[in-house]
């Protein structure tokens, strides 16, 4: 299993058919202290593209779209009460949804861990 992410700065964990997402630590490091996420509804299908989730910040408020189209089978209800693991465990305990991918061709564009590092470089010039 590995990540893979966005340019938009959500990343996908692929186990089977179920992909987990959520955001870089690069995307909650640069929006600062997370004050409020709203995850989506269990059950609900998504497209690839659609908004997943909104997180709101100090600075800004920010919407997360779905990198994979599919049915959402599980939300980390613990966001709403403790919207900090975001900022805390970006890449594990700061998740938002889980989600059976429909279409696996949804992963095919999406950057290894590698070249989204090489890419977050490129934005701090």
Do not use: C
């Amino acid at each position: 299993m590995s990540y893979k992410f966005t340019e938009d700065h959500e990343w996908v964990l692929l186990e089977g058919d179920v992909a987990t997402i959520g955001i870089s630590d690069y995307a909650q490091g640069q929006l600062g202290d997370v004050v409020y996420v709203e995850v989506p509804t269990v059950g609900d299908e998504i497209a690839k593209g659609d908004e997943l989730a909104v997180v709101e910040s100090v600075k800004a408020a920010s919407e997360v779209y779905s990198p994979v189209s599919g049915e959402i089978i599980d939300v980390n209800t613990e966001l709403e009460g403790a919207p900090t693991m975001v900022n805390e465990d970006a890449m594990e305990g700061g998740w938002f949804a889980k989600i059976r991918v429909t279409n696996s061709a949804d992963l095919d564009d999406l950057m290894d861990e590698a070249t989204y590092k090489t890419f977050v470089e490129g934005l701090d010039e």
